[in-house]
């Protein structure tokens, strides 16, 4: 069982930025990939960016609606995986969580929830002026 924990969420204003961060205290994420998702009020969760495994590093994933404003990296040596926010925009306002998946490179099934095994609790991130 692998503990995921995220941090990084808060309050922002339009255009502002956050730096998430996805580990697991217990578990080297190293052979995981980490896929980001979100869930705003009322709305299903949805897949916006995913990392692969390091033997399939710097394979990376992100949705049209972030592309070019979200960044997802990995630094092995802190067991941590982020994800950038920049230029947030007020849809932007969800609940983020990671999740991963052994040995896994981020292309197919990338978008389905059952595709990762493990689960994080969740950082807010709200956007507003």
């Known amino acids: 069982q692998v503990h995921l924990v995220e941090s990084g969420g808060g309050a922002v204003q339009p255009g502002g930025s956050l730096r998430l961060s996805c580990t697991a205290p217990?578990?080297?994420?190293?052979?995981?990939?980490i896929g980001w998702f979100r869930q705003a009020p009322g709305q299903e969760r949805e897949v916006i960016s995913c990392?692969?495994?390091?033997?399939?590093?710097?394979?990376?994933y992100y949705t049209t609606s972030v592309k070019g404003r979200f960044a997802v990296s990995r630094d092995n040596a802190k067991n941590t995986v982020y994800l950038g926010l920049n230029n947030l925009k007020p849809e932007d306002t969800a609940i983020y969580f990671c999740?991963?998946?052994?040995?896994?490179?981020?292309?197919?099934?990338?978008?389905?929830?059952?595709?990762?095994?493990?689960w994080g609790q969740g950082t807010q991130v709200t956007v507003s002026s």
């Open positions: 999740a991963a998946e052994a040995f896994y490179d981020c292309q197919e099934s990338v978008e389905r929830e059952a595709t990762y095994a493990f």
């Open positions: 217990e578990y080297p994420l190293e052979d995981y990939a």
């Open positions: 990392i692969g495994s390091t033997d399939y590093n710097p394979n990376t």
